[in-house]
């Protein structure tokens, strides 16, 4: 009776480390996830919010960091910085590489196209229809694409990646292949979870999983959300607000610094799904991964997978 108990209790609590599986701390996250962000959209409803085809997003991508603080602190027992976002000097650094790098890839996208004859600038310095000035109307996207890069990187590779791979390392598999798995796992849900968007195409859902993985390098080859939040950030800024380009299927934007009209074969520009729905976007990430691992070799003298993402450390032993 004792041994079946003790049974039953492993099943969904770890002895060895005195918290629950990552089964059930995923599914404690992902309770944690709803309750606020009905919460938050109570609060805001309430207290009259301002309406905005960015709001809705923008509440959840809030959502996503408190849980995930919630999460790493009561279900994980674990340090916040644990999930990659600790910021130290050369966190800062990799963020700003990162940074860079998502602006370069789009900017090449935009001169190739160019380039092609596949572009052409209507207007420049647009603002929707009854959006504010222009240096006013920017400032929104701009706020809400850090949120945006900030919410998915902690909630794809900061917390889910980093459970499935504490989850898969058994003895038989070893901490290299539970992180290298887990990786892959996630950067196929994060294609998955972009299928529902506008206008999306098999090719965009397989190129957006493939940007999962140049996403997930940065934090695979470092311990670190610096490189993946900062290329997160302004590649979807650069290529909503900057150039003009649908953003996964989204169009709307109340302010760009170019308005284009875009020609050119759909299998290559992606068409109304944008870059990441055509071999551009795909010839983009790919140039994307050799960057990372350029940066990472050349900052840190070495090319090696930071396994211990897979292995599990108690507030305070890191």
């Known amino acids: 009776m004792r041994s079946g108990l003790s049974y039953l209790t492993s099943i969904f609590w770890n002895c060895n480390e005195r918290r629950l599986r990552a089964l059930w701390r995923l599914l404690g996250a992902a309770l944690f996830l709803v309750v606020i962000t009905i919460t938050i959209g109570t609060l805001f409803a309430g207290l009259g919010a301002i309406r905005s085809p960015y709001m809705g997003q923008l509440q959840a991508n809030v959502?996503?960091?408190?849980?995930?603080?919630?999460?790493?602190?009561?279900?994980?027992?674990?340090?916040?910085?644990?999930?990659?976002?600790?910021?130290?000097?050369?966190w800062w650094i990799d963020l700003g590489f990162g940074l860079m790098l998502g602006a370069f890839l789009m900017a090449a996208i935009f001169l190739v196209e160019i380039a092609a004859g596949?572009?052409?600038?209507?207007?420049?310095?647009?603002?929707?229809?009854?959006?504010?000035?222009?240096?006013?109307?920017?400032l929104l996207p701009a706020f809400f694409y850090l949120t945006v890069g900030v919410a998915e990187e902690l909630a794809f590779r900061g917390?889910?990646?980093?459970?499935?791979?504490?989850?898969?390392?058994l003895d038989v598999i070893g901490s290299r292949w539970a992180l290298t798995g887990s990786w892959l796992v996630v950067s196929g849900?994060?294609?998955?979870?972009?299928?529902?968007?506008?206008?999306?195409?098999?090719?965009?859902?397989?190129?957006?999983?493939?940007?999962?993985i140049f996403l997930g390098m940065g934090y695979v080859l470092t311990g670190s959300l610096a490189i993946p939040i900062g290329?997160?950030?302004?590649?979807?800024?650069?290529?909503?607000?900057?150039?003009?380009?649908?953003?996964?299927g989204t169009t709307f934007f109340p302010a760009t610094f170019a308005a284009i009209e875009q020609s050119g074969p759909d299998a290559w520009t992606g068409g109304a799904f944008g870059p990441e729905g055509g071999l551009i976007g795909t010839l983009a990430i790919l140039l994307g991964i050799l960057a990372v691992a350029v940066s990472v070799r050349f900052r840190y003298g070495k090319l090696t997978l930071f396994t211990d993402i897979a292995r599990y450390h108690r507030r305070g032993e890191r």
């Open 63 to 90: 959502a996503t960091v408190i849980a995930i603080w919630l999460a790493a602190r009561f279900l994980d027992r674990r340090a916040f910085s644990d999930t990659g976002v600790a910021i130290t000097r050369n």
């Open 118 to 138: 596949w572009i052409t600038i209507k207007e420049t310095f647009r603002t929707a229809e009854g959006s504010p000035l222009f240096m006013v109307a920017i």
């Open 159 to 169: 917390y889910l990646m980093l459970n499935l791979a504490e989850g898969f390392n």
């Open 189 to 212: 849900l994060f294609g998955i979870a972009h299928a529902i968007r506008p206008d999306a195409t098999f090719v965009g859902c397989a190129n957006i999983a493939l940007a999962g």
């Open 231 to 248: 290329t997160h950030i302004t590649w979807n800024f650069f290529q909503g607000n900057v150039f003009g380009f649908p953003v996964s």
